[in-house]
């Protein structure tokens, strides 16, 4: 079967020399965790900065999971976008949309199991009504997206399992992000995080009540996933809810 592309799918990268946001680079047979058997198709959410990224490379790298990385490094418009988000918000989202479909349709053909750095479901219950709440999408855009969403997503299967990350801290959420030193990030402000953690208070029983889907909800405001204890719990609980 052919590789997807790297707009399709973002391979995990080859060893580098340990940042200080990357996962613990030591050898994996340091952490005993129990594999999940059976085929999981599980998912990660959360506020920008949550610890999405490095928990979807840790679930990939300990459990031989297929890893899906988030569609940013490489997206042509979330320079844009943060510098303007009226002008370029339906852009991005439909950008967005498109690219998380690509994933759920690789994903299907897969017979390992896979994990996704972010949700599709995310971008319609909350990115999507939080910038038209801001004035940055207007009634017809938000409109035409969920026509898209609805088209596009009809037929995709759903995530097994996602696990919800909360970070309450908007200082915390904010040196993560400052941390991992993205660029296009650089402006993003404490008001725009704490809007977007009242949207994902809710995000786990809509996931529930109205997708079907499993949810693990991980505060990981204090938690360092990338080393010692912090990393053996994380891993440990993971198992567990896949299991």
Known sequence: MPRPTSR?????????????DAPDSRPRNTVRVKVPKARRFVALAGNIGAGKTTAAKLISQNFGYELFDEPVIDNRFLRDYYADMSRW???????FLIRRVEHHELIHSYKRSCVQDRTLY????????????????????LDLYYEYFQ?????????????????????VLLQRIRTRGREEEKGIRPQFLR???????????????????DCLIMDVSTQDIR?????????DRVSSFLA
């Open 8 to 20: 399709q799918r973002s391979a995990v990268p080859p060893a580098a020399p340990a940042r200080e």
């Open 151 to 171: 088209r596009l997503s009809r037929h995709i299967i759903r995530p097994d399992r996602v696990i919800c990350f909360e970070v309450g801290s908007i200082d």
């Open 122 to 141: 995310e971008d319609p219950e909350i990115f999507a009504k939080y910038l038209h709440g801001l004035g940055h999408l207007t009634n017809a855009e």
């Open 195 to 213: 809007g977007l953690n009242g949207y994902y208070a809710s995000f786990p029983l809509v996931l529930q009540e109205k997708y079907g889907v």
């Open 89 to 95: 918000s339906f852009t991005l989202q439909l950008e």
């Open 227 to 235: 080393r010692g204890r912090g990393r053996e719990e994380f891993l």
